[in-house]
């Protein structure tokens, strides 16, 4: 109750700088984190119940063939007899070490998906301030392009009492800033789904984004390097990987539950006009049952879907990882472009500054500014992307 108490209080009040922080704190007060840290502790106990052999039964019992017409007299007949008697089931073969060892297996394939979970939680705080950090760097370009606005505008209304066609560039011009305005509330609601996103992911509230993503340029790094890595990394193989053994120790479980128990039974019993005696004897099934042998033929049918979903989800994420690696390069590519194209517009910009001086039109001037915004807002869409490849690379190597 009180752990529950200070998750509470750190959902309500903690405001984590960093994005680290933020991580940390978020995969701390996940629910279901926590839920799967109970489901290990209950494997684990399992584990060690799993191990012990069945509970013995203890019987106790009289035998009066004299019981409704002298029931009290206990020296009539030879049978009459009054016992106790202890039986236990003894197992022969390795079924329960096997059992024991299927609850260890489970524990550790719970304690993958913690991994696992712990990184799906790093990979959406870290879109959060992707989505949020490129928002802000947005409406810093908004801001200042809304304010700069305002300079054409009064001068198309003062030119427009001149020339008539000005009327309509100042109309566009116009609602060119109040489209400029939408896309800035628009980043504004953007900020507040990051928020939203984390305090739903982590139950952490944060005010703002402090710090950006660090890019690790994957598409510069060895495609064949960051497949090994995958393989020996990626948390979401490793479950795989141990629901492989699993279904294999499932198989050892069927074939061991083929050899049946044996159960030994031992008592005493007391006669009252004859000599007291011990009994013991051991009971063994006339035969197995088809049932366990079926079992292990359904056993050795679910190694064969783990063997194969193990496999698929290898080429999955070989493939996801590849196709995440050329849309990087992709992006970059385009950066590139978008780069050239910006010094393009600057170059541009000084040269109809330069020519305003002698009569060059100052309503171009002007409109190259409206060209340089929307390229810095598409380049500005671009790392967007970039980052959020990253990320999802991130994720496949189980980066927390």
Known sequence: MRKLYMLLVLSLYVEAQTLQE???????????????????????????????WADPILKVGINDIQLFDKPFNRDIEAMQNQFIAVSQTIPLSNKLKISSGIEREK???????????????AFGIRKAFIEAKE???????LD??????????????????????????????????????????????????????????????INSFSEEVILKNYHLQSSDKLLMQLLSQSPELRVISKLKELSRQNIALAEAKTQADITVSTGYYQRFDRNDYVSVAVSYPLYVHGKQAQQKVQALKRSTIQNISYERTKVQLEQGLKITLHQLKSLYAELKILERSEIKINRLIANAKIN?????????????????????????????????????????????
């Open 356 to 400: 305003i001086t002698s009569g060059g039109s100052l309503i171009y001037y002007y409109e190259l500014f409206t060209k340089r915004v929307n390229n810095q807002l598409l380049m500005r869409k671009k790392q967007r992307e970039v980052a959020l490849n990253e990320n999802q690379i991130d994720q496949l190597l189980g980066v927390i």
């Open 144 to 205: 200042e392009y809304i304010r700069f606005l305002q300079t054409p505008l009064n001068l198309l209304i003062n030119l427009s009492a001149i020339e008539k066609n000005m009327i309509e560039r100042y109309i566009q011009t116009e609602l060119m800033q109040k489209n400029y305005q939408l896309q800035r509330e628009s980043w504004l609601e953007k900020i507040a789904v990051a928020k939203e996103r984390i305090a739903l992911i982590g139950n952490l509230n």
């Open 135 to 141: 928002a802000e760097k947005n409406l810093v370009i």
């Open 107 to 121: 524990q550790q394939i719970i304690e993958e998906k913690k991994e696992v979970l712990k990184v799906n939680i």
């Open 22 to 52: 933020v991580i940390n704190q978020s995969i701390q007060n996940n629910y279901q984190l926590q839920i799967l840290e109970e489901e290990s502790a209950i494997a684990g106990e399992q584990s060690e119940i799993e191990s012990h």
